[in-house]
Each structure stands twice: as structure tokens, then as C-alpha cells.
């Protein structure tokens, strides 16, 4: 672990978090942004990599290594200011550079069709313009920001695996859909466990014959089955916070929260559910709260 407080690694997120979604969300070509070509192509990346006898490792740079290329093309490389307080990621792009895989062929067309699906459901969040996030645009943004916070904060855990769960940690909501958390009831919790436990088995048994490893990715996330996947699982809990200086807040009103005190209930809610899993991971709860307080100042000034 680094010795930088919680302020301090609250504004390099937020540098960095800055950075990625400039690039991110760049037109292409075809007037799609860019996180949506990211993510198809990164999963389609990793799908292939996997089941052509690439050791895990390998697969996972290879298809990090791809990420930070379309980052580059968008004008977003290591050598930006904003990755300074991160100088173990620096060292581990370096070294993924070398990483290339050999793609024999695409993913097939019922697997590309899941990824597509993915990229395009809407999240509760908002992006800059104040409309709905997509999947695309946040789960390329928790790959670009956990591996370089995990690298630096929990240097034990293995970046490979962090990078491959975090593009891959919301793949069921192709068919389950995103459900906002914030403010749920409880039994809205449940329903959107039954979703998603419906969702994970339609895509074992879709998947498994033809891509098992990355089945057994998914289902090794979904159960947390080691320390990366519950990172990824907490550090994703911060992710909807960096959206949320856009709007001051206003994202969170539209769910409900209508007050500081709302909003700190839920915000304890959410401490709770997370207490399974995120407990080995105090600088990411430390941070969760310093943001917190943040966007409270931001959404309800007059209340300072």
C-alpha cells in the first residue's frame, strides 16, 4: 500500500478518471463512441485468446495491452500526467506492450451478439452529455482506472485478473438489464438477484461448450471465488460516484435521493450489502466516503 491519504488519492482518480472518459468517449468513424468498439473488441479479445491455449496471463495483457491502444489513438497513452501517481501501472504497460496475440478468428455471432448487448444497456448513471450511461462506457472506465489503483494500493492481487474481471463484471445485465441500487426495496434486491442468476445460467449453458474459460471467468466473478474478484466487485461500488460530478447530483435525485440524509442512509445501505466481500479493502471504503462527501457538497450546497 502507498502512503498517499484519502484526499490525495480521491484527485488522482478523478485526474485520471477525467482523462479516460475524454478518450472513451470520442465519435469514431462510424459516429459510435469510443468505449463501445473498446469493449466489443477487448472481449472479443480476451473470448478468442482464451480458448486458443493462451495461458490466462497471456490473454489478459494481451487484451489489456489492446485497450490502451485505442486509448493512444484517442490521444490518452502512460506517458499522461495523469498516470504519474501510478508508476507500477506505467511499469506494467510497458511489459503488456510485448503481449500479442494471435486471433485465428472473431468471436461467433451469438457471442459478439452478447457483447453488443452488453455495450448497449443503459445504466441509471449519466455521461457528460446527461444521458443514460451504457454498460460500454463504464465497464471500460472500471478496467482503466482498477488496475492502475490495485497495482499501487494491493500490489498482491494479480492486475491480469483485475483487468479480465472488471471488463466482464456486468456481462449479465445483456439479459438481466441494469438495476439501479440505490434506493432499492428489498425485495427489488431480490428480483434483481433472480435476474441475474437467470442470466448467468443461460450463458453457461449457451457458452460453455465452445468458450469455457471465459464461462468459468464470468462464473468465478459472479461467485467470488478470490480476492480479485471481490476488488472488482468493491471497486466498482466507486465508479457511479465519478459520473456524478458531471450532473452535481442530479442523477441521484432522479433515484430519489432527495436529501444529505437520504443519501447517507443509502450510502450505509450500500456499506452493508458490501461487508461480505469489500472488508479486505479499507482504502476503497476510505475513498468511497471521501467522495461521498464530495458529492454531497456538490448536490445540496445550501445545506453546508
Given at each position: 500500500m502507498s502512503e498517499t491519504p484519502t484526499h490525495t488519492r480521491v484527485r488522482e482518480q478523478m485526474n485520471l478518471s477525467n482523462a479516460v472518459y475524454e478518450a472513451i468517449d470520442t465519435p469514431t468513424a462510424s459516429g459510435e463512441h469510443a468505449h463501445k468498439v473498446i469493449l466489443r473488441d477487448c472481449l472479443g479479445t480476451l473470448a478468442v485468446a482464451l480458448e486458443n491455449s493462451y495461458k490466462f496471463g497471456c490473454a489478459s495483457d494481451a487484451t489489456h495491452s489492446r485497450?490502451?491502444?485505442?486509448f493512444a489513438q484517442n490521444g490518452l497513452t502512460t506517458n499522461n500526467i495523469t498516470y504519474a501517481p501510478y508508476p507500477e501501472?506505467?511499469?506494467?504497460?510497458?511489459?503488456i506492450r510485448r503481449t500479442k496475440p494471435k486471433l485465428y478468428s472473431a468471436p461467433d455471432a451469438a457471442l459478439a451478439e452478447v457483447f453488443a448487448a452488453y455495450g448497449d444497456i443503459a445504466r441509471a448513471t449519466w455521461d457528460t452529455q446527461g444521458n443514460p450511461e451504457p454498460d460500454s462506457r463504464h465497464a471500460v472506465h472500471v478496467t482503466a482506472l482498477a488496475a492502475p489503483y490495485a497495482l499501487r494500493e494491493y500490489p498482491d492481487l494479480d492486475a491480469s485478473l483485475v483487468s479480465s474481471y472488471s471488463?466482464?463484471?456486468?456481462?449479465?445485465e445483456w439479459h438481466a438489464g441494469d438495476t439501479p441500487t440505490l434506493n432499492l426495496s428489498t425485495?427489488?434486491?431480490?428480483?434483481?438477484?433472480?435476474?441475474?442468476?437467470?442470466?448467468l445460467e443461460l450463458f453457461c449453458t449457451t457458452f460453455s461448450p465452445e468458450y469455457p474459460k471465459l464461462v468459468t471467468l464470468v462464473t468465478d466473478y459472479e461467485e467470488l471465488v478470490n480476492d480479485e474478484a471481490k476488488y472488482v466487485k468493491t471497486f466498482d461500488k466507486l465508479d457511479?460516484?465519478?459520473?456524478?460530478f458531471g450532473n452535481k447530483g442530479?442523477?441521484?435525485?432522479?433515484?430519489?435521493?432527495?436529501?444529505?440524509?437520504?443519501f447517507w442512509r443509502e450510502h450505509h445501505n450500500t456499506y452493508v450489502r458490501m461487508s461480505r466481500y469489500a472488508l479486505d479493502f479499507p482504502r476503497i471504503l476510505e475513498d468511497r466516503d471521501t467522495r461521498a462527501q464530495?458529492?454531497?457538497?456538490?448536490?445540496w450546497p445550501s445545506a453546508q
Open positions: 485497450m490502451l491502444g485505442h501501472y506505467r511499469a506494467y504497460a510497458r511489459n471488463l466482464v463484471h456486468d456481462i449479465l425485495q427489488g434486491h431480490v428480483e434483481k438477484e433472480t435476474k441475474e442468476a437467470e442470466a457511479p460516484g465519478f459520473t456524478h442530479k442523477a441521484i435525485k432522479e433515484l430519489g435521493i432527495d436529501s444529505p440524509e437520504t464530495m458529492i454531497e457538497e456538490l448536490a
